[in-house]
């Protein structure tokens, strides 16, 4: 037992311990807010979710379980507790797991490298094991700094960077104090290799390598679908995400989605897709710069009318099951965001961008959704929460049932 009180402590966005209480409730927050659908009380498809911990790969698999009943394998990388909390990912595991299980759901919980062949053996093993050796839907979700390539043993390491010239953009900051700032940063252009680093980790090589480590073994079923989540944003973070390094990888990662769905559909009448997901607060945006003004500004303008990353997600399984056409642009992707990417939208928050500073930035942004935003992504700042009372933080792994 090691039962304590957690103060939330953190350098800029970044938390250094997580509330394992706090992390629980999020989690059964976003399962209540799914709709209820008939599909979910029956035996699902069998379904793999790559980055299943976090962002919009936990949304996934969230809404898959509490929409569509899906049972299989979520797969991330998150640290356990010791001389610190463990993280925030690793509690949110537990919960799910906790949630899957009360609703009767068949979903192993798998620590590890994704990008590893280790883990694709693992994950191939239980698929045999225990859910008939056939995958009906694959998710993949991954944001990681670096990537090892199994064949050869290089390791590459993203970067966020602009291509060809320095990009300065304003930025929102909280001093120590918590009060807002609205800053100038300059970042420095991409040099030498790092666009092919960046997409070596955060294009498509490694969901590729997934499909095609699991149909060499057959394990892909009749119809398999597969889908990779993006995003592409605003003309306001542009420079710095989709026309950077990794707007390359992104580009990669579409068009890797193509070569995958011409392959799927000839060999077993499915498919690929990426699916461009709208803003959030996500411990991977919050590192970009200009991200946490922009998403400010939007939740200015839009209120409760931003979608949040579950109801998002339900959006997406209904496509991908088919309960919902699939709503696809001129270059096949899923398309989520329309509703952030409307013209009258981006006019709104461009204005707001241009006017913004320290002194203004209260009344353009919601700052207090902001903030607790990045705090709930720790277990913090959630509804219902005593958080001068002790908590457990040794949660254990979920572990398997036969």
Known sequence: MNERVIEPKSRGFLFLDSHPGGCRKVVDDMW????????????????????????????ATIAGLARVGIRGIGVCFEKAPARRTGTAGWYRTAATARLAEEHGRDMIFLNGDAFSDAMKEEVAELLVERFG???DYLIYSVAAPRRTDPETGDVYASVLKPVGAPYTTKTLVFDQDGAPEVKEVTTEPAEGDDIEQTVAVMGGADWERWITFLADRSLLADGFTTAALSYIGSPLTAAIYRQGTIGAAKSHLEATARTLDERLGKTLGGRAVTSVNAAAVTQSSTAIPGIALYVGLLRGVLGDAMVAPIGQLVQLWDQLTGARPLDLDDEGRVRLDTWELDPTVQNAVAERWSTSTSGTIAE???????????????????PGIDYTAAVETDVPWPVRTA
């Open 364 to 382: 353009l942004a919601d700052l207090e959704w902001f903030s607790d935003e990045v705090r709930r992504l720790y277990g913090f700042s959630v």
């Open 133 to 135: 050796g056939r995958l």
């Open 32 to 59: 209540q807010a799914v709709p209820a659908s008939g599909e979910a009380d029956r035996e699902g498809p069998v379904a793999l979710v790559i980055g299943s911990s976090a962002g919009y790969g936990l949304a």
